[in-house]
């Protein structure tokens, strides 16, 4: 079946623009997660939602750093005035539900700020 | 969560098998162990996970100490396609539902 999809797989922008990266997670899953990687370094969690309840924003580096998940699904990944140190990838995740099943990840976004 | 501890890089020669280590002695009882593998511009791939008893799926083999401050994860015999940085991750039942990805085994297979 179909995976986890993000768009676009690529996106440069110039510093203090606003962008949004999209995820589609699996049909089905409740849980959906958001992590950014910056070049040669680990994961970093940034959200997770489950379902209808109110997301874990936790991991949000800033206040310029934002998303929602549409009807259970479709989720939005916004970063207003972008900075250089916001260039990364961006990975979307779901899972059938919070706890410990596992993620299916998207291929990412390659965000690039110049 | 936890912490894991893994070497920073393997190496393993094709069609031969690999056993990946992790330590984890501050392991809690209701900690999973996870595996996860990134290959190169790609997400990470779930691999295999277990709480205390040795687990096998099609892609790999968990074997995990008895008192489970280790685990090991087992490819069975490597393939080129294996060549990833492989991450282990604890993960409690109560408490946070991310995952902390820690440096991981960047593991290369030689032809």
């Known amino acids: 079946g179909a995976g986890v999809s993000q768009s676009p797989s690529n996106k440069v922008t110039e510093k203090g623009k606003d962008v949004e990266l999209r995820c589609d997670p699996i049909?089905?899953?409740?849980?959906l997660y958001w992590y950014r990687q910056s070049l040669g370094q680990g994961l970093e969690f940034l959200i997770y939602?489950?379902?209808?309840?109110?997301?874990?924003k936790s991991g949000l580096p800033s206040d310029r750093f934002s998303a929602e998940r549409t009807g259970g699904s479709v989720s939005t990944l916004t970063i207003q005035r972008t900075q250089q140190e916001d260039s990364a990838v961006y990975l979307c995740?779901?899972?059938?539900?919070?706890?410990?099943?596992?993620?299916?990840f998207g291929p990412g976004t390659r965000l690039t700020v110049t | 969560d936890a912490k894991t501890t893994q070497p920073n890089s393997m190496e393993s020669n094709e069609e031969e098998p690999v056993h990946l280590p992790c330590n984890h002695s501050t392991i809690s009882g209701t900690d999973y162990i996870h595996w996860y593998r990134q290959l190169p511009s790609q997400g990470p791939e779930y691999v295999i996970h277990g709480l205390t008893s040795n687990v096998n799926n099609r892609m790999a083999s968990l074997a995990i100490a008895e008192d489970r401050k280790s685990s090991t994860l087992i490819l069975h015999r490597a393939t080129l396609r294996d060549a990833a940085v492989y991450y282990c991750i604890l993960r409690d039942i109560a408490g946070a539902n991310n995952l902390f990805f820690g440096t991981g085994t960047r593991l290369t297979v030689i032809p």
């Open positions: 939602f489950q379902g209808n309840s109110a997301p874990d």
């Open positions: 995740a779901s899972s059938p539900r919070l706890g410990v099943y596992e993620q299916y």
């Open positions: 049909s089905g899953h409740t849980a």
